[in-house]
């Protein structure tokens, strides 16, 4: 069991979908893009079910890292090289819009759900220094972005308690929560709106019947004019467009036992840091005194065995005098990620629309593309629009070599970070 679910707030368990039902949008998955569509929804009068296949934050959404970073997942040169300056500079500012939209959600909800600043990148080669500057001034020139700032190697070790990395780059802006208890407090915020969730439920198709869109589930269906497909890594089965483009892999985060007085000299600032591996290791504090680290992934169906010796031998190798604290919780999570790692966001039919494929970016960036689907359900499809320019080409290989090519190259960059 997750650490998350073992310190969530009380969310009491939902219906499951009996029969049929009918509503103006139905809303498949309830993570963070679906329960941000479904609240924006409500709290415009739109009738709104959401079916969730397990419970509310039972994927990716309530087992993630929980750290939010800035903008978007490639960052903004690689964006101007490929969508250009003008798309650029909008999709900075979407990703700013979607930062303050999830503090906005936070407060105006009154989620607890422990929502700490500061976000640190962590240099795991020497030499990057210059390049990480450049990067500071052209944010700052361009996109008007003072919140990075470069850390020392002698200053970073102070700061985070090792000795493996080699200085790094701070983001103010950058933050990190408890994913699980944002989930359920947005679900209780959309349920109080009006919106109905039924957990339990699983989707396994939808067709066009009589003017509408009928989803067919394991215990009923629901009708509805407007159909959003937000299940990220989960989706192959709905939106057959996301199979070629999205695929699932998975990850995994442990939390130690309560470091007690040790963690006072891990992550002095009670920042989030993730390094810059291709494999990235991600850890931070928790408010109860452990260490919450995330490493290492697999490509194929199932987790490993022991999925806490699994990530202790990534934590040891950062925080080797940890050797003997228990490990209290381990667990995995199943995400998608597309081949450019931009999200696949668009309409796919006529009055279905998909988001996928944020690639390790959806705490930030989810909640506020539930919004713009909702937007575009409503007529306002500006923000879906933009996203769709993104480039999400499909995965190499066609349908019987997409897979092994994929797994082949994902291999071979996570060798590269032990060379």
Request: charged share 20%; proline share 5%; glycine share 12%.
């Amino acid at each position: 069991m997750s650490y998350y679910a073992t310190t969530a707030m009380p969310f009491p368990d939902q219906p499951l979908l009996r029969g049929d039902a009918s509503a103006d949008v139905c809303v498949i998955g309830a993570g963070f893009t679906g329960l941000g569509a479904a609240l924006s929804l409500a709290l415009r009068s739109v009738s709104v079910i959401v079916l969730e296949a397990g419970r509310v934050g039972a994927g990716a959404s309530g087992l993630n890292g929980g750290q939010v970073h800035t903008g978007q997942r490639r960052d903004q040169v690689w964006l101007e090289k490929t969508v250009g300056r003008d798309d650029a500079l909008a999709l900075w500012k979407l990703a700013e819009d979607a930062r303050r939209h999830l503090q906005a959600i936070i407060a105006g909800h009154a989620i607890a759900c422990d929502l700490k600043p500061g976000m640190i990148h962590a240099r795991h080669r020497p030499d990057g220094e210059a390049a990480d500057a450049v990067h500071i001034e052209h944010m700052a020139k361009v996109y008007g972005c003072e919140a990075l700032a470069l850390i020392a190697p002698e200053d970073l070790s102070h700061e985070l308690g090792t000795q493996v990395y080699h200085g790094g780059v701070i983001d103010r802006d950058g933050a990190h929560l408890h994913p699980l208890n944002l989930a359920r407090g947005m679900a209780q915020a959309a349920m109080v709106a009006g919106a109905v969730i039924h957990e339990q439920t699983r989707a396994l198709d939808w067709r066009r019947e009589g003017g509408r869109i009928v989803v067919q589930t394991t215990c009923g269906q629901v009708s509805c004019d407007q159909l959003i497909l937000s299940g990220d890594g989960s989706l192959n089965r709905m939106a057959r467009r996301v199979r070629a483009r999205v695929i699932p892999i998975n990850n995994f985060i442990l939390t130690t036992a309560p470091l007690g007085e040790r963690a006072e000299a891990i992550i002095r600032s009670d920042a989030a840091v993730a390094d810059s591996r291709f494999v990235v290791n991600y850890f931070r504090k928790t408010p109860d005194g452990r260490l919450l680290f995330g490493g290492g992934e697999n490509y194929r169906p199932g987790f490993p065995s022991d999925l806490a010796g699994f990530v202790r031998r990534h934590m040891l190798k950062v925080y080797p005098q940890l050797s003997d604290v228990p490990i209290d919780h381990a667990w995995g999570a199943t995400l998608g990620i597309t081949m450019n790692r931009v999200p696949f966001v668009g309409e796919v039919a006529p009055a279905v629309r998909v988001a996928s494929g944020y690639s390790g970016q959806g705490v930030m960036l989810a909640p506020y593309v539930g919004k713009l689907l909702a937007e575009a359900v409503l007529g306002e499809p500006g923000g879906v629009e933009l996203l769709s320019r993104l480039p999400t080409p499909p995965f190499p290989g066609g349908r019987l070599l997409r897979w092994p090519l994929t797994v082949a190259g994902l291999a071979w960059h996570a060798l590269r970070d032990r060379l």
